[in-house]
């Protein structure tokens, strides 16, 4: 069954697809949409819920300057009212979940499985990552301000690897993510590369479900090395690195199969 393929308020932004158990949700990330999303569940089984996160797909954002724990809660309500067992978080709703689970939110006690895609953000990033989010962020806003379209579309084209730049999909999504942060209230957002996702890194530890952390080569915005604190922080966590431009474009076979296999096992 599948339920608000369009939803709106009444629908809390959120997409049901499928029915029966488990229920796993699946959240997008800066920029992202439903639609993105949706292959990630190719071949799950059960109830997938997708929901558009603040400032995305007509939810409206909460003003600019968001953070961690504005999305966090926002996650939250989500988990709690489909009572979730699994969540799958992208980029920055890889950040939202992260800070649920390590603050020991009651929304997250419940979730068995985790996994986090294309991470960005967990504690303060060292100095040359702060560095390269500061100038990127300082980038984007120019281009918003000056009402730079193009300009904003070559800086989000530029993020992705070379191999991918110039493939018409990868073309067509930069330019209707561009087109989004010019023209809705997704620019409110736009400072979010440089917030810190988690507070209390501790608290991973506690966290007794399976956890998966999925990334790529050579992705400045999504450094193997977050993956990879993230992967240190969980004791069950198991870690997946593909070659550069995979996640979304290149491998996205390899990604619904390591996917399908940790959901379905």
């Known amino acids: 069954m599948t339920r608000a393929i369009l939803p709106g308020a009444e629908e809390h932004y959120t997409a049901i697809i499928g029915s029966g158990e488990p229920t796993t949700v699946f959240a997008h990330g800066f920029g992202g949409s439903i639609r993105d999303t949706r292959p990630f569940g190719t071949g799950i089984r059960g109830s997938k819920v997708f929901p558009h996160m603040p400032g995305h797909g007509g939810n ?3 003003g600019p300057g968001w953070d961690y724990p504005m999305l966090a809660r926002a996650l939250a309500g989500v988990l709690e009212r489909t009572d979730a067992d ?3 978080g992208v980029s920055m709703s890889a950040g939202a979940l992260a800070r649920l689970i390590t603050d020991g939110h009651p929304a997250a006690r419940s979730l068995k499985k985790v996994a986090f895609v294309l991470p960005a953000s967990w504690t303060p990033p060292p100095e040359h990552l702060m560095e390269n989010f500061e100038a990127y962020t300082t980038m984007l806003r120019g281009y918003v301000e000056s009402g730079d379209e193009d300009g904003l579309v070559r800086a989000l084209v530029e993020r992705e690897a070379p191999e991918v730049r110039q493939m018409p999909e990868a073309q067509q999504f930069t330019r209707g993510r561009a087109r989004a942060i010019m023209t809705t209230d997704l620019k409110d957002g736009i ?3 440089r917030q810190t996702a988690v507070d209390n890194p501790a608290g991973a530890a506690d966290f007794a479900g399976e956890v998966l952390v999925l990334t ?3 992705d400045n915005s999504h450094p193997v ?3 990879q ?5 969980f004791p069950s966590a198991h870690l997946e690195v593909l070659p550069r431009g995979s996640i979304l474009w290149r491998g996205r076979q390899d990604v619904r199969r390591i996917l399908g296999e940790f959901f379905g096992s």
């Open 60 to 62: 409206p954002s909460p």
């Open 86 to 88: 699994h969540a799958l």
């Open 191 to 193: 400072g979010l590369a």
């Open 216 to 218: 790529h080569e050579d």
């Open 225 to 227: 090395e977050v993956a």
């Open 229 to 233: 604190k993230y992967a240190a922080a």
